[in-house]
């Protein structure tokens, strides 16, 4: 066998068996569309949602009160935080519901938004699967280090504050002890303070008495 033919035979194998490696997984617009579909037919809201042709479905819901046409007008990727250390790649459906009435926004505008948040999805690069953002966030918070620091890093952080919550609650306490036995020592003086009258207002009454008893005798004295 000829050096050329050896050399065209271990081409041929390295080539092969580079076009057989797994391809990596990249988001597109298409999963993205496919994905977004099945989160809507899934919605327990969703009472019809059927293609009609190209990027057009009849859609009716009971999140709101709507029964018509739902139009895909834009689907964007966004990658561009994919590099950073929390980064993430979103994928993002534009959409209009044809034909809603003007008032549609201010009568059931957080509804809407609530529907609106399945419009943006994220992209998981270990299911190569899109997911809603609260399936993300779990994901997410799942991968955080559950440390005891983290705990006692919020309690530094909120420490300051907690001593003067403490401070005002012990100072209110205080405040209120003193009150109460002010209140007390007013109620004994007030107690005292009418006893004093009554005993002032019995003298002067025996006084009166002893005074006309003593006319009564000089009188009888006279006679």
Do not use: C
């Not at 076009?19 to 037919?41: D, G, K, N, Y």
């Not at 044809?98 to 994220?122: E, I, R, T």
């Not at 009150?179 to 007390?184: P, Y």
Request: glycine share 4%; charged share 25%.
């Amino acid at each position: 066998m000829s050096k050329i033919h050896l050399k065209g035979m271990l081409f041929l194998g390295f080539f092969i068996a580079l076009t057989s490696l797994p391809a990596l997984a990249e988001p597109t617009e298409a999963t993205l569309i496919e994905a977004w579909e099945t989160i809507q037919r899934n919605d327990p809201e969703t009472v019809v949602f059927e293609k009609l042709g190209e990027n057009l479905y009849k859609f009716k819901t009971e999140r709101f009160p709507f029964d018509g046409k739902l139009k895909i007008l834009n689907v964007s990727v966004d990658d561009r935080m994919k590099d950073y250390e929390y980064g993430n790649i979103m994928g993002i459906i534009e959409v209009e519901l044809v034909d809603l009435p003007a008032d549609f926004s201010l009568k059931y505008s957080y509804s809407y938004s609530m529907w609106g948040q399945n419009n943006m999805l994220y992209y998981d690069e270990e299911t190569d699967g899109w997911l809603t953002s609260n399936e993300y966030y779990a994901k997410t918070q799942e991968k955080l280090p559950k440390t005891p620091s983290l705990f006692f890093l919020n309690i530094l952080s909120y420490g300051p504050i907690l001593i003067l919550i403490v401070f005002i609650v012990f100072s209110l306490i205080v405040i209120a002890n003193l009150q109460r036995k002010n209140k007390q020592y007013m109620d004994h003086a007030l107690e005292l303070t009418e006893k004093s009258i009554e005993l002032v207002r019995k003298s002067l009454d025996l006084g009166e008495d002893s005074n006309k008893t003593l006319k009564e005798i000089l009188e009888e004295l006279k006679k």
